[in-house]
């Protein structure tokens, strides 16, 4: 298992590099007794499914991850770098997971490698479209070894912000983009979209930010991304809500959303939510999700994220015991 994430980890898999990585998966990784399924997305990345059976169950987890690349250094317990606990270090405890499974007589379940997730989730919709008779979809996210019973959805969206450009030492005789954005976000933060019992309230980021004016002209453009998260509450009215605080010159488009999820639980473990976002919403072709895995989504994301390895073996354990309660 270890050897297995160190050595994916050795690729930059950042979300549209991810063939790479999967070619090689598929290459060296394939079990002799599996059926090897390559899906590609409208966009030609590829996702991995290695199927024991007709899989009632399916073991998930992503393989692209966020920039920048961080190669891998094990030190004792710990695994540190890019993709450690999220995902390469969850595809790494499911895969040994399947593979143990399979050695105690198992059948009729399978592990998916998905690509995309981190922008957007296109493996995922790849994958659901071919995804029958399925029962349970197990996806691996850095849970902290709790079962979540319910995380927020999302919403990303662009938004652009027009004005006429002027000389900034009179900038009576133009109009600011960067003062309707100012605008934008002020109204935006005073809108209360309520407090969800289950999943709290809704937050949103700013990002990839941009006025490409000079610092003496008044800027004419700026554009944006506001990426949401949303509660049972706010999911289905946020976007009308957010288009009501606009003026006439500004404007927003909806990328993608994923709607919040309540996930399949099962007694023996501890259980919470997540604020962020996965493939689940994406797999509406199966009834039960169960979302658990190892490492902390605190430490995702960032220039230290690491994963335990005595985590990850706990993890291998729990999730064979919750297969052997469903299957």
Known sequence: MIDFLLDI???????????????????????????????????????????????????????DTVPPYI?????????????????????????????????????????????????G????MAANKLIKDCDFIIIGEPTENKLISASKGNICADFVFKGKSCH???PHLGDSATERMYTFI??????????DEILGRTMFNV???????????????VTMKVFFRTTFVSHDVLTDRVKNILDEKSEMNV???????????????ETGTVAYGTDAPSFNNVKNIILYGPG??????????????SDMHKAVEDIKRIYKTIS
């Open 121 to 124: 989730s296109q493996g995922a």
């Open 186 to 195: 002020h109204r935006l933060k005073e809108i209360d979209f309520g407090e």
């Open 9 to 63: 980890m050795r690729f930059d898999s950042t979300s549209g590099k991810e063939n790479e990585l999967a070619e090689y998966i598929s290459q060296k990784y394939k079990p002799a007794d599996a059926e090897l399924e390559i899906h590609k997305t409208e966009f030609g990345r590829s996702n991995i499914f290695f199927k024991w059976g007709n899989p009632k169950v399916i073991f998930n987890s992503h393989l």
């Open 255 to 269: 990328l993608f959303r994923h709607r919040p999820m309540k996930f399949f639980t099962t007694e023996g473990f």
């Open 296 to 309: 902390s989504i605190l430490d995702a994301h960032t220039e230290h994220e690491f994963i335990k390895i």
């Open 71 to 119: 190669s891998p250094l094990k030190e004792n317990d710990i695994i540190k770098g890019r993709g450690s606990c999220d995902a390469k270090g969850q595809l790494a405890y499911l895969f040994e997971a399947c593979l143990q499974l399979r050695k105690e007589g198992y059948s009729d379940f399978g592990m998916l490698m998905t690509a995309g997730e981190e922008d």
């Open 168 to 170: 900034s030492g009179y």
């Open 207 to 221: 990002g990839m930010l941009e006025s490409k004016n000079a610092h003496n002209v008044v800027s004419d453009l």
